[in-house]
């Protein structure tokens, strides 16, 4: 049994690996194109984040339960398999997480060409002809897909892919970003969003990020105990 310090350090190194190797792709795409014209484009992206999200999940889902996005941690608090104290501590771990990678990243980066705009892109923001309303409604849809898996892998233990679930969320952000990142940067997660634009200060849309996200873990997480967790009570 960990203790609660221990979960939050967990839960901090895990969100700190996703949103440093994340909002990093980016800025390696940029470099990059302005080096040679190419670039790791989406499929890159989507596959970094992917990545870091599965790993740490597998390496750290045995001491916190690997939630690292406050959008999966309200999943649990609403089926009350987590309690609230318990839950504004993720919350708390996340945060500082995110905030501490995007700094170390900014930090890092050397003073060249390519360093403003590649700041400049780790914030998710929504595209050009997307209105709130329509960035929230879809990062709601996302982050529905990747709270359900997470019950369904991770939580539900008559799931077949308990052991591998930390596979199937990365694929499932992956799958998220390929999709939604040229419309809304596919976020998923408030710590995402709220460690750069703390660190380039770029707020611009970022209530879209806390409310799509948290409703969309919110629905997702009732949805699949009422549906196939009667049998499971939280403990």
């Known amino acids: 049994m960990y203790s609660m310090p221990q979960k939050m350090v967990a839960e901090f190194v895990g969100t700190f690996t996703l949103i440093f190797i994340g909002a990093g792709s980016i800025c390696a795409d940029q470099y990059i194109h302005q080096a040679s014209g ?137 799958m998220d970003i390929l999709f939604g990142g040229p419309f809304t940067g596919a976020s998923m997660n408030p710590a995402r969003t709220f460690g750069p634009a703390l660190a380039t200060r770029h707020w611009a849309n970022h209530g879209v990020y806390w409310v799509g996200p948290l409703f969309g873990g919110i629905v997702a997480g009732y949805l699949y105990d009422r549906l196939f967790l009667r049998d499971q009570p939280p403990a």
């Not at 939630?67 to 089926?79: C, D, M, Q, R, S």
């Open 38 to 174: 190419g670039g790791v484009g989406l499929l890159g992206i989507a596959v970094a984040h992917g990545l870091a999200l599965g790993i740490m999940i597998t390496a750290v889902g045995h001491i916190s339960g690997g939630h690292l996005n406050p959008a999966v941690t309200i999943g649990f608090w609403v089926t009350k398999r987590l309690g609230t104290v318990q839950s504004l501590l993720y919350w708390l771990a996340q945060l500082l997480g995110g905030t501490a990678a995007a700094y170390l990243l900014a930090a890092l980066l050397p003073d060249s060409s390519w360093r403003a705009q590649a700041l400049s892109q780790i914030t998710p923001d929504l595209g050009g002809d997307f209105t709130r309303v329509e960035g929230m409604g879809l990062e709601a849809v996302m982050t529905f897909f990747l709270v359900f898996v997470v019950f369904a892998t991770a939580v539900d233990s008559k799931g077949a892919f308990n052991k591998i679930a930390g596979f199937a969320i990365g694929l499932t952000i992956a």
